[in-house]
């Protein structure tokens, strides 16, 4: 059972840098790999970001690739996204999940957080 809580959203100028955190409840966090997502208005609901139980394996979508950081702290029970040369695109909603599997976590997590908006403005 992992309960997860997005914050760190907010507005933007194009160029700019937010930095969004997932912070999780239940004691085997560590054991999970974590995930970010993202939801424009009018778009399914899409991938970003992925990084393993032990922080050590990461992979993202090719449409950020080079501008966002996934990381984890495990200590504090949480994940973040570094999110760098922002773009208007990338103005969603971003959720957080989580599954124990390395292929769950991007193609059908087990827990997903509320979402917090990421608005980038041009």
């Known amino acids: 059972q992992v309960q997860l809580v997005e914050s760190g959203g907010g507005l933007v100028q194009a160029g700019g840098s937010l930095r969004l955190s997932c912070a999780a409840s239940?004691?085997?966090?560590?054991?999970?790999?974590m995930g970010w997502f993202r939801q424009a208005p009018g778009k399914e609901r899409e991938f970003v970001a992925k990084?393993?139980?032990?922080?050590?394996?990461?992979y993202y979508a090719d449409s950020v690739k080079g501008r966002f950081t996934i990381s984890r702290d495990n200590a504090r029970n949480a994940v973040n996204l570094q999110m760098n040369s922002l773009k208007p695109d990338d103005t969603a909603v971003y959720y957080c999940?989580?599954?124990?599997?390395?292929?769950?976590?991007?193609?059908?997590?087990?827990?997903w957080g509320q979402g917090t908006q990421v608005t980038v403005s041009s």
């Open positions: 999940a989580a599954d124990r599997l390395w292929a769950g976590v991007q193609g059908g997590p087990d827990y």
């Open positions: 239940g004691r085997t966090f560590s054991d999970h790999a």
């Open positions: 990084i393993s139980s032990g922080g050590t394996r990461t």
